[in-house]
């Protein structure tokens, strides 16, 4: 308990400098490039599996941008690699937080993807993983976060826990209904299980976003044809006719019921039917 109060304290007090040293760090070209050069550096001793030297190199990135939440991202891997799960969670955790207090980081969706992927990755890899999962759980159930609840999904499906994970799924897809991310991972996931609730995830996703391939295929697998037009039931068109029976509209035979009174004799003849000339 005290230790996850202590690790809550230290990444508000991280988030706090990341916002403070983002502002003072922007225009400053000359450290962006430095610390992207120790970036580089590192992406290189990682490829050639020097674990060691790479987490080296993307912490002398990170001392030298904070905001650099791609250095944090391969610091987690470097980690992860080197089976300190531990210090991988806490990089990959800051990662996330730094992508918050930067432009690109708002909108870089397929790199926060990775990043969620790495972490959960290495919470389900931990020997300390159901203590990192009721962290994540605590945190999600406090905040109503959907993000922590598809994290804790993912440590769960890689730790061969499906029922953890569909469940933790369906919770991230109620809390955020209009988030395609979300809908899109939880749709495909339970489609994955053979689940009846993926095709609504997934309907939901392919109405967020029509573009999408891999939703758009997932749901031709089902018959669906995909496309802007898939809508929630009551998001439907109501019908043009009245609720209730249909008026009366005094019907009898093939002629309409004249009005009491009045004089079917006055009624204007019929128009001439129109013949064509013969040849």
């Given at each position: 308990?005290?230790?996850?109060?202590?690790?809550?304290?230290?990444?508000?007090?991280?988030?706090?400098?990341?916002?403070?040293?983002?502002?003072?760090?922007?225009?400053?070209?000359?450290?962006?490039?430095?610390?992207?050069?120790?970036?580089?550096?590192?992406?290189?001793?990682?490829?050639?599996?020097?674990?060691?030297?790479?987490?080296?190199?993307?912490?002398?990135?990170?001392?030298?941008?904070?905001?650099?939440?791609?250095?944090?991202?391969?610091?987690?891997?470097?980690?992860?690699?080197?089976?300190?799960?531990?210090?991988?969670?806490?990089?990959?955790?800051?990662?996330?937080?730094?992508?918050?207090?930067?432009?690109?980081?708002?909108?870089?969706?397929?790199?926060?993807?990775?990043?969620?992927?790495?972490?959960?990755?290495?919470?389900?890899?931990?020997?300390?993983?159901?203590?990192?999962?009721?962290?994540?759980?605590?945190?999600?159930?406090?905040?109503?976060?959907?993000?922590?609840?598809?994290?804790?999904?993912?440590?769960?499906?890689?730790?061969?826990?499906?029922?953890?994970?569909?469940?933790?799924?369906?919770?991230?897809?109620?809390?955020?209904?209009?988030?395609?991310?979300?809908?899109?991972?939880?749709?495909?996931?339970?489609?994955?299980?053979?689940?009846?609730?993926?095709?609504?995830?997934?309907?939901?996703?392919?109405?967020?976003?029509p573009e999408d391939q891999v939703v758009a295929d997932a749901l031709?697998?089902?018959?669906?044809?995909?496309?802007?037009?898939?809508?929630?039931?009551?998001?439907?068109?109501?019908?043009?006719?009245?609720?209730?029976?249909?008026?009366?509209?005094?019907?009898?035979?093939?002629?309409?019921?004249?009005?009491?009174?009045?004089?079917?004799?006055?009624?204007?003849?019929?128009?001439?039917?129109?013949?064509?000339?013969?040849?």
């Amino acid at each position: 308990m005290v230790m996850s109060i202590v690790g809550s304290l230290g990444r508000k007090a991280l988030m706090m400098s990341l916002v403070s040293l983002a502002a003072g760090l922007a225009g400053c070209a000359d450290i962006v490039t430095y610390s992207r050069d120790a970036q580089e550096q590192g992406l290189q001793y990682y490829d050639a599996g020097q674990y060691t030297d790479a987490a080296g190199a993307f912490n002398n990135a990170i001392k030298q941008a904070p905001d650099n939440y791609q250095a944090r991202y391969y610091l987690g891997s470097s980690y992860a690699r080197l089976g300190n799960y531990e210090k991988a969670i806490l990089a990959y955790r800051t990662a996330l937080d730094a992508m918050k207090v930067t432009y690109g980081g708002q909108r870089d969706t397929d790199f926060r993807n990775k990043i969620i992927d790495g972490l959960a990755l290495a919470v389900a890899q931990s020997p300390n993983r159901l203590v990192e999962m009721d962290k994540i759980q605590a945190d999600a159930g406090s905040r109503a976060n959907a993000e922590n609840y598809i994290i804790l999904a993912k440590a769960c499906q890689y730790a061969g826990d499906p029922d953890g994970a569909m469940e933790s799924y369906n919770r991230a897809a109620m809390l955020a209904p209009n988030d395609f991310e979300v809908q899109k991972q939880s749709g495909l996931y339970l489609d994955s299980l053979g689940q009846p609730g993926a095709v609504g995830a997934l309907s939901r996703a392919n109405a967020l976003n029509p573009e999408d391939q891999v939703v758009a295929d997932a749901l031709r697998r089902h018959n669906i044809i995909p496309g802007p037009s898939l809508k929630e039931p009551h998001e439907l068109a109501k019908p043009i006719m009245p609720n209730g029976p249909i008026p009366d509209l005094g019907l009898g035979g093939n002629k309409l019921a004249q009005p009491a009174g009045s004089d079917q004799s006055s009624a204007p003849a019929p128009a001439p039917s129109a013949t064509y000339p013969r040849d």
